[in-house]
Every structure is written in structure tokens, then in C-alpha cells.
């Protein structure tokens, strides 16, 4: 009998439907399937779930439409690059950025110091001679793969608090969005190449191209931060929403 028409396998196709898609979903959040993965062919899941082909096409095109998969004429399916936005001119909580793609969310510090200011960074935050500062170095990640690398300088004349603060669990960014009512920040956007270092903290080919915002923030006349987020540039994408301007009556 022709699988497709038993009425016994029939009944159980919704539950099936429902199945393949959670079981194919979980593997690519756990990152046991990661971005580039090609998963098992239609007839191979068809044979594993014991079910009609429609319902394995059904589950996978609604995997299709959340964006964790893509489909490759004559080659299969391969698991997608999650892909985020950020608005130019908001400071983001890199977190709230993660989870809203529908990926696990971890957090790594991979140094902190407490040190004086160089002269280049007594500049940039307007700091006088022997000003000390915190330098952090941490990989915010997105499932099984590295989202943004984060090299902050936070200046301990402006936020003494910090000193005390190892920033182990707690990204600095949230930290100091609860900490410091910031009043103004200034955003610089470019585009770089990934060199070796920043390449092997990321995950990707030394030379991928990369996007790199640079920001300043202060609060009462003070700067209180600097800070150099690098995404992996095919992954991650600014969006700026603005209106004509009209003359006044």
C-alpha cells in the first residue's frame, strides 16, 4: 500500500509535522547543526520519521520561512547565518539583539584591567594625565557562534563604581545602562577586514569582512565610555528609519 494513502500514517501526520519541525529546529539553536550545515535530504527524513514526503516538505518550508534554513536547488537544504539588525543612533543591549533572532544568548569575558590611560585614550575620552580606566576584552555569542567581539575603555573618573565590578557575568554594556544615566553618545560605523586576531575570536577567515561601531557616551559632561563592537559583516546589518523634511507654513 502507498504510504501516503494509509489512513493509520495519515492520522499521524500533524504530530509528525510537528515533530520534524521542533527536532530540526532544536539541533540548529543548540548548535549541533550549525550556519552551512546541510541537513539530511527529504527522503532520508521521510525513511527516519516513518511519514509521506509532503509532511517533511511542510515542516521544512515553514523552517524556511523563520529563516533557519535555505533551500539550494540540487544540492539540499543547509542551515542559514542568523542575520541582525540594529538602528544606526540606539545603544543596544547586544543580548536583547541575540534572543530576538531566536538563538541562545552567552556571554564570555576574555580580559579586564585596571590601568592608566594612554595618550591616545586620554584624547578619545578627554581624561587628564594619569587617569585610570577599566579595558575589557569579551565575545558576546549567538547559539554555538561568536556574534560581536567587544573591546570597551570605561573611564573610572566618571564611574568610579566600576573598579569594584569584574564583569564576569554581567556584559558591561547592561551594566552600565543601569548604572549611568547616560545623556548623549556619538556612533562612527566602518567597514574593516578582519585581522588574524579578531578573525580567530570570531570564528571567521582572516580578511572577512567585518562591521565595526565605534561609540562614545557621556553623562554629565564627562565621558564615561568608549567602545569597539566588530560583527561579522554577512551577518549583521544597520537600519536607519527618517522622514522628508517639510518647510514650515
Known amino acids: 500500500m502507498d504510504n501516503t494513502t494509509d489512513p493509520a500514517l495519515a492520522a499521524k501526520e500533524p504530530s509528525l509535522h510537528r515533530r520534524i519541525l521542533e527536532d530540526v529546529e532544536g539541533r540548529i539553536m543548540s548548535g549541533e547543526w550549525p550556519p552551512g550545515y546541510r541537513i539530511p535530504f527529504e527522503h532520508e527524513l521521510t525513511a527516519q520519521y516513518g511519514c509521506s514526503r509532503m509532511t517533511v516538505n511542510k515542516a521544512l518550508t515553514e523552517l524556511v520561512k523563520r529563516g533557519l534554513i535555505e533551500r ?16 544606526v543612533l540606539e545603544i543596544h543591549d547586544i543580548e536583547a539583539e541575540v534572543r530576538s533572532l531566536g538563538l541562545p544568548y552567552r556571554y564570555q569575558r576574555l580580559a579586564r584591567s585596571e ?19 577599566v579595558d ?35 556584559p558591561p554594556g547592561q551594566w552600565l545602562l543601569s548604572q549611568v544615566p547616560w545623556s548623549a553618545a556619538e556612533h562612527r560605523i566602518r567597514a574593516v577586514s578582519a585581522d588574524r586576531r579578531v578573525a580567530d575570536l570570531l570564528l571567521i ?16 559632561g564627562a565621558y ?26
Open 72 to 87: 539550494r536547488r540540487k544540492s539540499g537544504s543547509f542551515v542559514t547565518r542568523p542575520h541582525a539588525q540594529s538602528a
Open 115 to 133: 590601568r592608566a590611560a594612554r595618550a591616545a585614550e586620554r584624547k578619545l575620552l578627554d581624561l587628564a594625565a594619569g587617569a585610570k580606566l
Open 136 to 170: 575589557l576584552v569579551a565575545v558576546h555569542h549567538a547559539g554555538a557562534r561568536p556574534f560581536c567581539l567587544e573591546e570597551r575603555l570605561i573611564s573610572l573618573q566618571a564611574v568610579p563604581e566600576a573598579a569594584a565590578e569584574g564583569f564576569e557575568q554581567v
Open 205 to 220: 577567515p582572516a580578511g572577512a569582512a567585518c562591521l565595526v561601531i565605534e561609540r562614545r557616551t557621556w553623562s554629565g
Open 224 to 249: 564615561v565610555t568608549h567602545v569597539r563592537l566588530t560583527y561579522p559583516g554577512e551577518s549583521h546589518e544597520l537600519v536607519a528609519e527618517f522622514a522628508p523634511n517639510h518647510p514650515k507654513a
